[in-house]
């Protein structure tokens, strides 16, 4: 009977430090990094906090747990990630977004701004003409194709009045 009591003891600490074990894998010290690493699992694009399995991923809790050991043991953040990237190569490594991206909605809403601007002008034609004065304009008299219309314009208009 005292060993099944042991047993139970030993189970039940068993238990209890692995619970423990994985709220610290899901730490913030642990996720920093996490985001730095991509999962392996060949399944998503997530980073190693990826939700794949609920949180039991085949990768990402591995290495989460080597994140957090490494960390015990007292090692950077910069030698953590090296590790990881001699370990599978700098595929596993996602670079920090450009911090010039924040620019990118603006810089298209003022690309299509401008192409409409563009097409409204074309749209528009050319602008109006205004009549010319009579000290700017050609004498009409002097042209001759122009005098011969005019004759025949006064001929065809003559019965209407």
């Not at 290495?63 to 599978?88: L, N, T």
């Amino acid at each position: 009977m005292p060993r099944l009591k042991f047993s139970f003891l030993l189970l039940f600490v068993a238990v209890a430090s692995f619970a423990q074990t994985a709220a610290q894998l899901e730490s913030d010290e642990v996720k920093r990094i996490g985001n730095k690493l991509s999962c392996q699992c060949g399944s998503c694009m997530e980073n190693l906090n990826c939700n794949m399995s609920s949180g039991q991923c085949h990768f990402c809790k591995p290495a989460r747990g080597k994140i957090y050991k490494m960390q015990r043991e007292g090692q950077s953040d910069a030698a953590i990630v090296a590790s990881f990237v001699k370990e599978y190569g700098e595929k596993i490594f996602r670079q920090d977004p450009n911090s010039f991206f924040w620019m990118i909605p603006y810089l298209s809403l003022l690309a299509g701004g401008g192409v409409i601007w563009i097409a409204i002008k074309k749209m528009q034609g050319p602008k109006t003409l205004k009549p010319a004065t009579a000290g700017h304009a050609p004498a009409a008299s002097d042209d001759p194709v122009f005098a011969k219309y005019r004759a025949e314009i006064e001929r065809d208009t003559e019965g209407l009045e």
